[in-house]
């Protein structure tokens, strides 16, 4: 079973894409997900208290499972929620913008706050804000806030691996924090508007959203492979969960109309690497983040 964040937003042009997106009725909260048979049930803003429904900002993203329950970054908000969907309660994140993803363990919570361009971290008790414009690497020539758009998030090996997206103005950057002395290690550059990072062993996989691409990438060397899933122009790829026999791919439509089409999550062979079954999510157009229950 899959906890998805879903949405539904008018698809903009790349020269338009920070134009505000238009506030559609189908507001979704989080999705549960089978992805043997592709049966789901949408749980909506609804089950949330009037204070928590933001008109302006409403954006559920980043999400996280952790024991029985989901947690749910939506600006400066984490949402809680059980595994039936039922609201528990909320946090407040003051000066959070656009979280995307989060990471909630015991000894580690870690978020992005993407459109302050910063990650906080707190790591057995001790809390650190990382400036992402200050990281040797970085690139620091791209004007803004929010120019490195960190969106990604995985917890491996005590290390908290991170993505800079980069906002297609230059390549995705990947670096990893290293708890047992909190020094962060650049890694490799990757792709166009990137995202996900998730690790097994040696091996980080990740999406070349802007090629449509997925990508497997010894973090080590640098060495790996990519595959093309999704023709850019039409699909977006954002959130992954690595299983024992795929990869299963969140892709969301482009350049659609509100209301108009909708998000499939792609089911991928890990030997062929070849797309086997794909399910639509009905009413919604966007997937923001995908984690396994």
Known sequence: ?????????????KKDWRKKPT?????????FFNEETGEYKVIDENILPDNLIDVDNYKPFGCYVKDKNIYVANHDKIIKLDKEGNYINYTTNEGFKNPH?????????????????????LNNG????????TLNKSYKDIDGVDTHHVNSLCLHDNKVFFCLHN???????????DLKNDKIEYLFEYGLCSHNCEVEGDFLYTFDTEGGNFACINWKTGSGWETKLVDYEEYFLRGLVLTKNHFIVGASL??????????????VDRETKEIVNKYKIEGYNTVRDIKQI
Request: proline fraction near 3%; hydrophobic fraction near 30%.
């Open 1 to 13: 079973m899959l906890s998805i964040t879903i949405d539904n937003r008018r698809g903009v042009l």
């Open 23 to 31: 506030i559609t009725k189908n507001r979704g909260l989080v999705c």
């Open 101 to 121: 993803q989060i990471l909630i363990t015991g000894n580690v919570v870690c978020y992005t706050n993407t459109g302050n361009d910063k990650i906080h971290l």
């Open 126 to 133: 001790r809390h650190y804000i990382i400036d992402l414009k």
């Open 167 to 177: 906002r297609g103005t230059k390549p995705s950057q990947y670096f990893y924090i």
């Open 254 to 267: 482009r350049k659609t109309p509100t209301g108009k089409g909708d998000s499939e999550i792609l089911i």
